[in-house]
């Protein structure tokens, strides 16, 4: 059991009890005694409290942290990742229903990775996560079309599309190129993304036949 009096600090102890929906008592107890709910962990590559629980998918702990008016849009200082982005690229948890609730509390849609530029709909159309992407262009501001910056302008270099981390274009080549056929229909019915190529200069309708639909 995480206690306030343990080892850990206030912040510590918060910081832990919210990647665990079984401990919401417990984060309620450390919220109340001031625990800093923006607390970015020194010992975890400063990573908050509300980005630990997004990725885990811990839902009554982002509600908890959000109505404790946490920095909805803080980004790591290495990478610029948010609480959206780790929602998005978690893999346990109700994810679908954490990026509701950060997209209704104002997150932004839109903000990328400074290392690869990837948004939360380039990340959801790569993973292949049906269900977040259509959250994320529900979202009237949403962009479909933002490139991997870092590899973008380098076909066929170390850089280019070679290999697994140089997966460029927007979200919509980011699903051709997963063959997730869930997502692309989804693009498709939103008719987001349809011209823009990647770097190497591929369109979506040069993609999507190697999934057998056009766009």
């Not at 070679?162 to 980011?174: F, P």
Request: hydrophobic share 40%; with cysteine; net charge neutral.
């Amino acid at each position: 059991m995480i206690l306030a009096d343990n080892k850990y600090g206030k912040d510590d102890a918060l910081y832990w009890a919210v990647g665990h929906d079984s401990l919401a008592h417990v984060a309620e107890r450390l919220i109340a005694a001031g625990a800093d709910v923006n607390y970015a962990n020194p010992s975890d590559d400063d990573v908050t409290p509300l980005s630990l629980a997004a990725f885990r998918g811990c839902v009554h702990a982002v509600e908890q942290l959000i109505a404790a008016g946490v920095d909805i849009n803080y980004a790591k200082p290495a990478n610029s990742v948010t609480p959206l982005l780790m929602a998005v690229d978690g893999d346990c948890g109700d994810r679908v229903h954490v990026v509701e609730r950060l997209i209704a509390a104002g997150a932004d849609v839109n903000k990328a990775k400074t290392d690869t530029g990837a948004t939360p709909l380039m990340l959801a159309a790569q993973h292949g996560h049906v269900d977040v992407v259509e959250r994320l262009i529900a979202a009237p501001e949403v962009s479909g079309l933002w490139r991997h910056a870092a590899n973008h302008g380098s076909p066929g270099g170390a850089r280019g599309c070679g290999g697994a981390a140089a997966r460029c274009g927007g979200g919509l080549q980011q699903a051709c190129h997963g063959w997730h056929h869930g997502v692309v229909r989804r693009f498709r019915t939103r008719a987001l993304g349809c011209g823009a190529s990647d770097c190497c200069g591929r369109c979506p309708h040069g993609l999507t036949p190697r999934i057998g639909g056009g766009v």
